[in-house]
């Protein structure tokens, strides 16, 4: 298994995230990729039904989980970003409410390592 890490934003946004105990988590290992932020937003997604991986050029200024039909952006900080694209989608958590991802945008520290470990 290996982890990845979140960049770390900005330090109010540390801060933030610690206060609400969000620890943000990827994990990659060779059945699944786990992404979670804490207590807020979980998904586990079988490595079979990971068709696409690629970076992102853009950023986003917001924070946290945010999604609608299947596609959700999980980042702590602007960016750099891989967007992945899931098929079937598979089964998440935001809140405790179960939702469907189909594709998953995250912000992580070390691009090339994460897009290596998935392909």
């Known amino acids: 298994m290996s982890s990845h ?3 770390r934003g900005n330090p109010v946004i540390r801060v ?4 609400l ?3 943000p988590r990827i994990d990659v290992t060779r059945a699944v990729l786990v992404v979670s932020l804490g207590w807020s937003f ?3 997604v079988p490595r079979g039904a990971i068709q ?3 970076s992102v050029p853009w950023r986003r200024h917001s924070i946290g989980a945010h999604g609608w039909r299947g596609r959700w952006l999980v980042n702590n900080a602007s960016g750099p970003l891989v967007r992945i694209r899931i098929e079937p989608t598979t089964r998440g958590r935001v809140l405790g409410y179960p939702i469907r991802v189909r ?3 995250l912000s992580v520290d070390d691009v090339a ?3 290596t470990d998935l392909r």
């Open 21 to 23: 105990f969000v620890r």
């Open 113 to 115: 390592a994460f897009l």
């Open 16 to 19: 933030l995230l610690t206060l």
């Open 52 to 54: 696409a991986v690629d």
């Open 103 to 105: 594709e998953l945008t």
């Open 5 to 7: 890490r979140m960049p």
């Open 42 to 44: 979980r998904v586990a």
